[in-house]
């Protein structure tokens, strides 16, 4: 938690860091990297989720359960910057809406550009689940904010810092990679009763008929503690 804590005490810079350099992998891969940003599926029409607010989401069958010692809820506020120390990302965030087909509109595209958090649903700290998406690559860039995203792993630490100058901090439950197709809207957007944390980007095969990846990585993870 330390770490993560430092890495968001950076007063007046905005940075994006790959650390270690990107991992040796096949994707598709770089060198053939999506021209055209594609969202995933936004929530479910009419499940209230438009609408800015704690608890807005629709009620959901699949709810992560709480934690243990699950920590108290924190009020509204927008994330401003975050960290996640295993894979070296310290990135600002933007705020992002919903495009006219119902799928999330996406941040910049470009290896330095930020992530950016979905602001009709609950703030990092806030009860329900927060939604962040970053690019994985491109192919003018290369490798983007959320390239190393599949290598978390469970207890993996991730940091939000608010616009109130509280720090939320999150543990990383699960990694999970899904086909477009399957895109598991209930579980990334549906109704929780304490604060979850979903980050998202591109994955799978990359479909260059299409110029885009066939599938995305989802990473869960439960707030555990909050600091000032």
């Known amino acids: 938690m330390d770490a993560a804590i430092a890495l968001l005490a950076v007063v007046g810079v905005t940075l994006v860091v790959l650390g270690g350099g990107a991992p040796e992998r096949n994707r598709a891969d770089s060198a053939e990297a999506a021209t055209v940003a594609e969202g995933p599926p936004g929530p479910p029409s009419g499940s209230g989720s438009t609408t800015i607010g704690a608890g807005g989401a629709a009620p959901s069958s699949h709810r992560e359960p709480a934690p243990d010692g699950a920590q108290a809820a924190l009020g509204r506020s927008e994330p401003v910057l975050l960290a996640i120390p295993a894979i070296g990302v310290n990135t600002a965030l933007v705020p992002l809406g919903l495009n006219r087909d119902g799928t999330i509109a996406v941040p910049p595209l470009g290896r330095t550009a930020p992530a950016g958090w979905y602001r009709y649903l609950a703030t990092p700290g806030e009860v329900g689940p927060a939604v962040i998406l970053g690019h994985v690559d491109s192919r003018r860039d290369g490798p983007a904010v959320f390239y190393r995203l599949i290598d978390l792993r469970a207890g993996d630490q991730v940091a939000v810092r608010r ?13 999970e990679e899904y086909a477009k197709a399957h895109f598991p809207t209930e579980a990334v957007y549906g109704a929780q009763d304490h604060p979850e944390l979903r980050l998202v980007t591109c994955g799978g095969e990359f479909d260059k008929l299409h110029r885009q990846y066939r599938g995305n990585v989802v990473v869960y993870a439960t707030f555990t503690a909050s600091t000032t």
């Open 163 to 175: 616009a109130d100058g509280r720090t939320a901090l999150f543990t990383v439950t699960r990694v």
